[in-house]
């Protein structure tokens, strides 16, 4: 392969993530794997890997990584760190045209910068092929439980982000036997709701059909999975159809509340898109049949598919209730009758050496071929690229307006 020079950047946004695209021994194992690879780190106090845990394993630590070709990161890089001239790989949520985020892509474009979304890098079938999702799913699940122990006094849970790593956390999982025969629904297939089951299929907690779950009753703790077939239907009343859904969410809506009388805890890991129905109205959230107590919203879109999600919280302060009666959001567990709500939106920040490793395999297996052959880009490089000398790609035209008409 072509000589190239990857630089781990330091994370600079704030509240700072600890996460890295690559661990000292995934940056170890890639060298190894390609032989024209060098991997440079620059110094940080934050990182969950140690700048020493990087020396022990012979790679060049140092303040600047100015002078390498590729520079990594996970978070959207502030606009004063910028260095022009590159090619940054790092989560931007710009295409979404995100307000906070339109000055960091017209910076990206002012300094001819080349920018690749590890959101936009799929296969051909279109499947994402790097991501943290199922460690937000992990850790979603363990604060869902976590939250609700805390607000009916059952157990306290360390909190994840107080655990060295997953076993550290998996040491918890026993106080969870305390639960009384409540019901929780898991929504959603992809990554994110796989890890939320797999947590609660580690603590012992029974999985049960959709249908039993609507209309049995357990004398223990059991969660069912729901796909976006069992709570949404079309509106002309034609047969579902799962790819349509995707394509025109607009034509569909929910049918949620057969699940509201029968759940008390939800875990919300469903991929939502702004067209697609609300899971519940907060009129909804009034009715006497109305029975979930505890929201753990782990896709946190804010004002999105919860209702109550009109607010993400953070790592410290995960929950905040909801006032049913005013609308209002108040502080966690402050009245019986509220509704409790997880909304962090940095979950695998809580377990960053797993989740680091995770992405590193991930990155090593499933993008390195790609952005490191002989040609140096091929297909899934370019659609995941959204500018490259100082212009929006042709596939990424739509965020012109976003960025607006100076900018050329």
Known sequence: MRSVTIGLIREGKTP???????????????????????????????????????RDLGLEVRPDVADCDILLGVKEVPVSQLIPNKTYLFFSHTVKKQPANRELLRQILKKNITLIDYELLTNEQGERIVAFGRWAGIVGAYNGLLTYGRKHGLFQLKPAYECIDMEDMQEEFFKVKQLPPIKMAVTGTGRVAQGAVEVLNRMGIRRVSVYDYLYLNFNEPVYTQLRSSDYNRRRDGRVWDTPDFHRNPQEYESTFQNFLPVTDLLIACAYWHPAAPHLFTEEDICRPDFRINTIADVTCDVNGSIPTTKRSSTIQEP???????????????????????????????????????????????????????????????????????????ERYQYLADYVGAEVK
């Open 16 to 54: 700072p993530d600890k996460r890295v695209p690559l661990t000292p021994k995934k940056c170890a194992e890639a060298q190894a794997q390609y032989p024209g690879l060098r991997i440079v780190v620059q110094e940080s106090p934050i990182r969950c890997f140690s700048d020493q845990e990087y």
């Open 319 to 393: 929950a905040f209730d909801y006032n049913c009666q005013t609308g209002e959001l108040e502080a966690a567990y402050s009245r019986p009758g509220n509704i409790t709500i997880m909304a962090v939106d940095n979950l695998p920040c809580e377990l960053p050496r797993n989740a680091s490793r995770d992405f590193g395999r991930q990155l090593i297996d499933n993008v390195f071929p790609h952005l490191l052959g002989e040609a140096g880009t091929d297909d899934v490089v370019a659609r995941a690229t959204i500018a490259r000398g100082g212009q929006l790609t």
